[in-house]
């Protein structure tokens, strides 16, 4: 029987795009068929996104990203200025990068444990367990911790995730451990990072707490419809845009929604003129997660000009679609967003 | 070339549980294999979970079920005390079900639709599509507009999702125009309903609305740590509970954390003893949607006992399953637990 | 730890669809969306198959099905004139059908076995595994015997897959211990059964025994070129088909290519007619198992006027669509094909 | 609407796995999670594989994965001695592989085409589709009539499918118009192919046609009991065996049935010694295709140190598994096994 210093001894190492010049591979693909085809139209729709100098790029981030190796890959989008805005699940950015900013690692599970079969082996040792990722429970206990402080040193108000975010992106700057974190990066390119879903996530076990101990006294909250407000001043100030969706969930439709949101403010914005998406969701259950981006252009929330599906698992694709457009380097000749500036402006005016 | 009529002319109806008696073929399908077997013993968790005085039901709702006709099977389980609370996305409360109960419809799309060819003319024609299914986008901007007088009705502080729904409902037993709503029978049957991710759907574009025109002004906010915090206020003081969940997402991953928020706060709750969930998401990209309740055990979230996987679309398994547990009739002995009751008292004590 | 007699003690037992009802649920399910809405047309077309008194219904079975318990659902189809043709997999008729047949049987697993870290000790025990079906090795040997002394009691000559499934019924008529059978039903109705990779199974061990056994001598050879053109001289006897495909790979692909297969015999055939297809298999990676029933129009193999694909696991799916037609009850008119009679006199022509 | 001239403009480049060193990539996989380091894993398995002087290696082929762009790799892997025997679908053989030999295409289809609303006018141009490719009809009926009249050259009796292949091979070799072939270059190697369901394709067209043609005349039939026989020989003669499956089907069932198949004959033969498997198909159906390599040694097929399923559609899987192994070299350090001279010498024998 394994123990959890052997269960947790094999850390994840994170993919290092800028290091495979994948440019000609992905190249060749596009006079394959099927995913390799699809995988190389959506690189060099994303390139074109990032050679549009108008266009504003979102990336979306759902599923099990940060902790299987592609943390990486965010944070060099996000220093490379290839993204201009995240909206993601509260996993992606809480309990998985801004813990690993804490200096917490992920590890490699043996195999063995995919199935299942330990499980309750693993709850004694206080390892959580991802499909084939283990974490050490207790360390995450200790992001919790850090949320609900980061809670308690605020003024206390409804804050947009966006907001809250950014002050995990402050403390990190001040006590982190490990400078790659994407929640770091964010902070000092003044990317902003969106989790409509905030509480559901580690985030939530601190913010819980914190309320529980103001009682009735004033308390921090998180407005998720402050969050839709926000990324709607965006779409309004810049209404070019491109999205980048690797898996579906609440980042992908809060993100296309942002369009009728607009008209609904009486401002017409233009359907995101680009749109990629990663996923392995079948069309069939009729899910948002898994419904084609055709299917958003009948809600008017995305032309179907430049937009495509790629059918993969997002760590293969994923470095082979974001290393391609870092190779070809259209992103050189882009300027920063700096969407939080927008945002720090707007917020005094209607906020 | 159709028109907007013409594709708004077959209007999907909701399957009626109470009207057909599955019990003897689940039975039979508990002695098959595959997916039969699973469903089968799913059936029976379910039907346990109601015969045990004790538990708190909960039941979360993920992919576009109401659309796709389920809407009276969860209408039927909140009349008939079969779920205690429900763990949700906005789509299926807001868009759909809150949206049926104003008196609209969806209606089943041509079969050519499904190929997303003829996308660019239904956004013409203001018809949005969810797969096979289809809604006069027109009538959706109604449904946005009343969330949006709905919250410039009420003081403005802020809400959970709950609090918020719970207007809806009160809204519905006034103003609606059909009665057979998930929102209105959980009103009138004292069963909270959370969206933790309660701006990612219509309400998003009336709370957008009615932030706007506040400006500076004080307004109604969404909180979305509230939500999280009242639901573990039913965990404790209900600690026996089972879930009952169709797709995955947010409302899985919300519910099941519950537990873990629980021992934050200090209070020892034990894992939900029950689990049931319905998807066709594959285990193999690591997303919670997927993730095995075996998994979710090795964070100390689900018991492994009474805990069953079952591989199948909703709409083909829910009638059953849902079904089942309705005809076994457990529920007639069943106490219903009224839990808006616990949380007006909680809400009062620490809001 | 298990013995082979604690896994091997709880039977599988097959599904009665005479049993069961379920017209008035399939009913419902044309009003909804998704794959209910698809289950319920898939019905109603195998329901008009059986009252159009011209069509030949050619049933295809891939995937573990017999053994999942649908066993019995066929043999009904079979007794009850629905189906004048089966193309099937190897395993379903021989090491499934046919070894059920010699009164040996499937077993449930437990639970626990479905996720491989036993399999180690099942092959110990002589015990295989299907997911989570269980099959006594020692007796699939027995299986792989009866076939090879079938084989030795034949002339030495060419045969068709069907020839000597033909044979395997005779066999059962005098030597079998369970009449349930889809081998012995078909022998006694004349329904011709075609495994066109039939090596692929349990009968490919009994006829490399009985081949290598023979040495240098005449030897009862396997002739799959002979399948195809008894097939498509039934298409050309009776052209009006429809196709009942369960799953995809070999028997769909067998059974489509015939519409081809008699024009190259410069006989014109038309399409097949009617078609509907049960599979969980996905469209996105080429393969022909998840191509849609439109695609092979493309080839000229199906008609697009009463084609349905259904996105369920065959479990749940099949006794929902064979019984719906079996209570619909069209089959009562309709007269047996019997063409068997067809290929022994084409069989005496041209073989 | 578009002609047959247009449709057919745009031709699938075949990838080739020399140009792109994919190791660096594949290792810095090794450390992630999900299908990465299970794709890293397999990827290190094959080069095992290769590495180990005993061990023959047999690939399995189902799925479109010629027509998708993989020829090349396949032709490569011949050539450079990483494969010892292919087991594959007709598709990919004949209507693919063979077909290109011939000097025809395959070609990319329009994006509009995949959604399969343009299938009737595809049938009238004589154009067939699979998802996202396309073939001229026309053409393939010229492939047909090529396997007639090599069967028509063939002395009448009883062939394996690996006997015909071969002659398809010669045939290539003095006819061929594309030197790039699957088929041409298996033959120049002394590498046999067996096609378990060989009727289940072009050839299958041609077969029947030269049956017919012959009446009651002695013809060339193909053995497919035959094939698993010498299959059974090779693993006989040389014990210790990889397999790499792409897809799963009758190939994987054939190729893993081996091992019982000397076990019959009264040679005991090794499970397969390592074992790869790339496919996007469910384990939850209990189909041969998607389940586990562990499953497969319950039954004594396959040992479980080293195997590894890899999820991800082959196009993009394969140019990485194949390429790593062909860029670490291992292969440069290992003798051909020339298996025809195997079977050859044993056909002589027993046949």
Same mark, same amino acid.
């Given at each position: 029987m394994f123990t959890k210093q052997q269960l947790l001894s094999h850390s994840i190492e994170h993919v290092d795009?800028?290091?495979?010049?994948v440019v000609p591979l992905v190249d060749a693909m596009s006079?394959?068929?099927?995913s390799a085809r699809d995988l190389a139209r959506a690189a060099d729709i994303y390139d074109r996104m990032l050679g549009d100098g108008e266009c504003g790029v979102i990336l979306c981030l759902a599923g099990s990203l940060v902790s299987a190796g592609l943390k990486q890959v965010f944070v060099e989008a996000v220093r490379s200025r290839m993204v201009d805005c995240i909206v993601s699940t509260g996993a992606n950015i809480v309990d998985q990068d801004f813990f690993e900013g804490l200096g917490y690692k992920h590890y490699l599970a043996p195999e063995r444990l995919k199935a299942g079969v330990d499980d309750d082996r693993l709850r004694e040792l206080h390892v959580d367990r991802i499909y084939d990722t283990l974490i050490d429970e207790d360390e995450l206990r200790e992001c919790d911790e850090v949320t609900r402080r980061i809670a308690d040193g605020l003024p206390p108000r409804p804050y947009s995730s966006r907001e809250f975010i950014r002050e995990m992106g402050s403390y990190l700057a001040e006590?982190?451990?490990?400078?790659?974190s994407i929640v770091l990066a964010a902070y000092e390119h003044d990317v902003p990072i969106f989790?409509? *879903?905030?509480?559901?996530?580690?985030a939530g076990f601190g913010l819980v707490a914190h309320q529980h101990a103001r009682g009735d006294a004033d308390k921090v909250s998180i407005d998720s419809a402050k969050d839709f407000y926000e990324l709607t001043q965006l779409k309004i100030a810049n209404p070019t845009t491109g999205l980048l969706v690797i898996g579906g969930g609440v980042p992908k439709n809060f993100a296309q929604d942002v369009v009728v949101a607009a008209e609904i403010l009486g401002q017409h914005a233009p359907m995101h003129k680009y749109a990629v998406q990663i996923t392995v969701a079948d069309v069939r259950d009729g899910a948002l997660s898994g419904s084609t981006l055709k299917e958003a252009s009948s809600w008017g929330?995305?032309?179907?000009?430049?937009e495509q599906m790629v059918y993969a698992e997002a760590t293969l694709a994923v470095p082979l679609i974001v290393g391609y457009a870092y190779h070809k380097g *259209?992103?050189?000749n882009r300027k920063p967003k700096r969407w939080i500036r927008v945002l720090e402006g707007t917020t005094q005016a209607v906020g």
């Open positions: 795009i800028t290091r495979h010049n006079s394959m068929a099927l006590h982190g451990k490990n400078r790659e989790c409509p *879903a905030f509480s559901d996530c580690s929330k995305v032309d179907t000009v430049w *259209a992103w050189k």
